[in-house]
């Protein structure tokens, strides 16, 4: 028999956990909305809301990765949020360049948009919230190391 | 930088429209019956108005009924339920719990044709698919549901009732009919289109229309399906309030949205269709829930589509360069023509307040709103 102990958390690692939750679900959303509209652009298109199916799996997986991080640490977390929104404003931009590129009607540019800015939260969130306090080596002008080996 | 800009404008244009403000109109004179040839009766998305809910079907059967005995001549009145006959999945199978009040969507309608004189003129009831009839789904279920839907109509239909699916279950299309007043409608199935993924299917289905079109012997063309050429409802990705979704659909990535692929070919397949041969006079349809009348701007459009998938169900209309008029109001429209080759338009709608009468005892409403409906607009189209 064992017993498993945690500390209960201080008031605001309770409020860490929760802004981290909605922001990650939000951010989990848009990754689904990227992923639905990657495939609608491959020919398989939405018939119904409910044809989201388990692309909206990563709603749910983006709270609990938020929530853990805002419980462990609220600094690694608003630094993911942070390098994430500058990272979904970049690949929007360049996804709407892109999308107008590929395809010279106005949906190209609206998935451009959608798939750009995802992929740039996704990017600039992971960096962000790893990069957190990472030491820079002497002569580097850039280092992160990954949270499972700290 | 030019590309930048360019993206830049479809963002902050896609983002939001304007709703539609409906503009004051000349009414049309109502015709005489001595002067009418034909009338047809354009009603859609009626699949959620039960009898003992929606004054609507009440009135159209008056309607129907009116008409039936003034022109006394077999089918020279025909209803036309365009698409979404039976919400919200189509029509289950017998032994599911939910084909109970299936059934008694779909009997709604066939009540407002079945009446004494409508039987006796041989008044037609033809229920074209939608993508609800479909089970609002893909695959072979949603063949099921569309099949089921066929054999209660063909149950209504051996009962006496004048009722039928076309174009049958399962098929494209065009079904023609050849209605007094040189009427040819092309009865076409737009779901069955966006479910296919056999393009030799589909240019078959193309040829085939612009055989009825070619065919047509100077007759005035009707195409009728359930989704439309042009709208500006949802359905054309337009944003005119808050929508979850809005991002996905101006990215097409709603089949049933105009703006996605398999739509897009739809229309770029009718358009080629037309400019061969003869754009028809109507392209009536519903799917978006209002009533809309837009305007062709080429000749590989339609003079004039009308929507009219405002039976159960209302959404909003954005203002756009086609629309010529448009109404959120429960309602249907009523096209007539005329001896003399001229071709009339009236939409018949009712204040919102009797889009569903939900009271505990609903009979004084529906009397009450069976007898508000009226002509809330009417235009010569030809």
Redesign the interface.
Known sequence: MGLLLCPAPTKAQAASATAGAALGAAGGAWLS?AW??AE?RR?H?????SDAGFRLALVPAGATVGALLGYRTSDRLWAGVGAGALGAAAGA?TG??L???FDD???G??????IGSAAGLLIGSMIGASRWDSPVPPGATFAFTLPAFR | MK??L???A??AS?CFTPVYVAQPFTPAPPPAPEDVAAVVFLVGDAGDTPMERSPLVHRLREDVEEWSASLRTDSAVSVLFLGDNVYPVGMRDRSHDGFEPDSARLYAQVFAVSGPEARQYRTLGVFIPG?HDWG???GANGARRLLNQEEALDAHRAAGAPVRMLPTSGLAGPAVLDLPGQLRVLSFDTEWWL?SDEHNAQEQALNDIERAIAGADGRTILFAAHHPFMTAGPHSGLTTAFDP?W??R???????DV????YKALLNGLSSVFERTEAPLIYAAGHDHSLQLLAGAGPSDPRWTLVSGGASKSTPVAATDELEWASVEPGYMRVVILKDGGVMLYAESAPAQYLSCTNPDPAPCIEAGAAAFGTSYSRRLR
Request: proline content about 6%.
């Open positions: 909305a639905i509209t609608a020919g298109y939405l018939h119904r809301p931009g709407a360049v999308g107008l590129l009607e106005p949906e540019v609206w998935a451009g948009i959608i | 590309r930048l360019t993206a830049v479809i963002v896609g993508n609002n789904t893909h479910q979704i991002v996905l101006r990215a097409g990535v709603n089949v049933q703006n996605s692929g398999p």
